[in-house]
Each structure stands twice: as structure tokens, then as C-alpha cells.
């Protein structure tokens, strides 16, 4: 019979593909090799304020990875403070978004709606993890956040990103 933090963790991998790396994050893995993180040039929207709201979440990692350079161990409560930060600004940048393609009438706003909250209750299951002990607070588990925002949350924005190019939107919000 598996132990129970196994079955966890295949349980999440069913709904949340994020959560393959719960193994590396348990040896401590690091893929990070970055001396800080930054968006890839691909990814820039083109309006200006919801671009500065996505580098925001990027300045938030970096913080946290000024910080874990500074201290031997860092504790839950820094990633979880980590967490707070980067939900209440991705809180807001999803509400902006979404007035944002409102005002333009974008078709798919009703999926792009519910893939924030997903993205949103990923982030709080990520919190509960921690917590529990299930994840450790270390350099990998910046990078998986690092790589989740990128993915799921700035790319996923590319199919707005065409239909604004597509349709010779002005580049204000
Ligand atoms: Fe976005
Ligand atoms: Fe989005």
C-alpha cells in the first residue's frame, strides 16, 4: 500500500499537473540556474498597464529570491507571506484583465474567467501544501511558482493577445 503523502500526491497530479514536481520539491531539487527571473520577451502584451501588472508578479519572485539568498533556511512563513503577496496582486490584475476584455469584447472571456480562478485556487492549494508540510519552502518551489506564472498565467493570455492584435486595438487600458 502506497503511504499516504503518495497517494496525495498522485491524487493532485489527477487534477493539477503542477503538482509533479511535489518529489523534486521534497529532495530539494533546483533547476534554477537564473540569477533572477525575468518574462520572456514573447510574452509582452500589448497594453502597457496590464504588462507592468505581469512584471509585477515577476518582481515579487525576484524578492523572494533576494531573500532566500540572505537566509540558511528560509521558513514557511516567508513563503507563505511570499504567497499572500502574489495572490492579492494576481487578485487584482485578474479583475483588471477582465474589465479589459470586457471593454473589447472578448469572445472567450467566459473560459479565460474560470482559468483564473483555477490558476487562483492553485495558488491556495499551494499555500495548504505548505502548511502541511507536503512542500517545502526552497529555491524549487520559487522556480515552480516562477514557471506557473509564466505558463499559466501570462501565456494563457496569449489567445487575447492575438485577438487584440487582430482586431488593431489601441494599446491603452
Ligand atoms: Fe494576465
Ligand atoms: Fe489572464
Given amino acids: 500500500m502506497r503511504p499516504p503523502h503518495k497517494r496525495t500526491i498522485d491524487a493532485l497530479r489527477e487534477i493539477n499537473p503542477v503538482t509533479t514536481i511535489l518529489e523534486q520539491n521534497e529532495i530539494g531539487d533546483c533547476r ?4 533572477f527571473y525575468t518574462l520572456p520577451a514573447n ?3 500589448p497594453l502597457p498597464e496590464l504588462q507592468a501588472e505581469h512584471e509585477a508578479l515577476v ?3 525576484n524578492q523572494g529570491l533576494e531573500t532566500i539568498r540572505s537566509v540558511s533556511n528560509p521558513s514557511v512563513e516567508l513563503f507563505l507571506s ?5 495572490r492579492s496582486v ?6 483588471h484583465e477582465e474589465q479589459v476584455m470586457a471593454r473589447h469584447h472578448y469572445p472567450n472571456l467566459g473560459p479565460h474567467s474560470l482559468h483564473h480562478d483555477f490558476c487562483t485556487a492553485r495558488l ?9 508540510g507536503q512542500l517545502k519552502p526552497n529555491r524549487f518551489m520559487l522556480d515552480e511558482l516562477f514557471d506557473m506564472i509564466v505558463d499559466d498565467v ?3 493570455d496569449g489567445d487575447f493577445k492575438t485577438f487584440l492584435e487582430n482586431n488593431d486595438v489601441p494599446t491603452s487600458t
Wanted: proline letters at 0%; glycine letters at 10%; one cysteine or more.
Fill in 124 to 132: 491556495d492549494r499551494l499555500g495548504d501544501m505548505l502548511l502541511a
Fill in 59 to 61: 518582481t515579487i519572485l
Fill in 82 to 86: 511570499l504567497l499572500d503577496k502574489l
Fill in 32 to 35: 534554477g540556474v537564473m540569477d
Fill in 90 to 95: 494576481l487578485g487584482a490584475h485578474f479583475v
Fill in 154 to 156: 501570462i501565456r494563457a
Fill in 43 to 45: 510574452c509582452q502584451l
